[in-house]
C-alpha cells in the first residue's frame, strides 16, 4: 500500500468509486487549492483503495486543529489496515503542520468507524450533538449506487 497526496482533480476523478458521489471537476479543484485541505489516498496495486480527507481549522484562542471530514475504504479492500493508516497518516500529516490535535465527528452506530479510529489511537471525548443548516440543495444522488 502507498499512501499519497492527491494534486490533482484528475486523482481525485480516478478515485471518485470512494465517493459518495461523482467528483465534479470544479470541486475537485476548489479543495485542492484552498489552504488547509487534504486529500491522502491509499493505492494498492496502483489502484485507489481508500481515501482520508482533512480540514484544518484555526481559532484566534485555539490555535490549529486537524478534522478528519471523511473516510473511505473501498468494500474490496476493507479489514486490512487501510483505514487505520490513512488515519495515522493524516495525523502525522496534521502533526507536521503544526496541529494541536485531530478530531472526527462519527455516528455512535458505526461499530467499523468507531473500530477504526480506536486503533489509531483516538479517545472518546463524550457525547455532543450535531446541528446543520442545509443552505443550498443537495447533490443529485449519484445512479451508480
Known amino acids: 500500500m502507498d499512501i499519497r497526496p492527491a494534486r490533482t482533480a484528475a486523482e481525485l476523478a480516478a478515485a471518485e468509486g470512494l465517493f459518495d458521489g461523482p ?3 470544479d470541486w475537485s479543484e476548489r479543495f485542492l487549492a484552498a489552504p ?3 486529500m491522502l489516498i491509499a493505492y494498492v496495486d496502483g489502484v485507489p483503495a481508500g481515501m482520508v480527507s482533512g480540514v484544518e481549522m484555526s481559532h ?3 490555535g490549529t486543529e486537524m478534522c478528519l471530514y471523511e ?3 473501498d468494500e474490496g479492500h476493507r479489514r486490512r489496515g487501510i483505514g487505520r493508516a490513512l488515519t495515522l497518516a493524516l495525523a502525522e500529516e496534521a502533526r507536521g503542520r503544526g496541529c494541536y490535535g485531530m478530531w472526527v465527528g462519527v455516528d455512535t452506530d458505526n461499530e467499523a468507524a468507531l473500530a477504526t479510529y480506536g486503533s489509531a489511537g483516538a479517545v472518546d471525548e463524550g457525547v455532543f450533538t450535531m446541528r446543520g443548516w442545509p443552505l443550498a440543495p443537495s447533490p443529485p444522488p449519484d445512479p451508480r449506487r
Open 60 to 62: 484566534p484562542d485555539k
Open 71 to 73: 473516510l473511505s475504504v
Open 36 to 38: 488547509g485541505h487534504l
Open 23 to 25: 467528483a465534479r471537476t
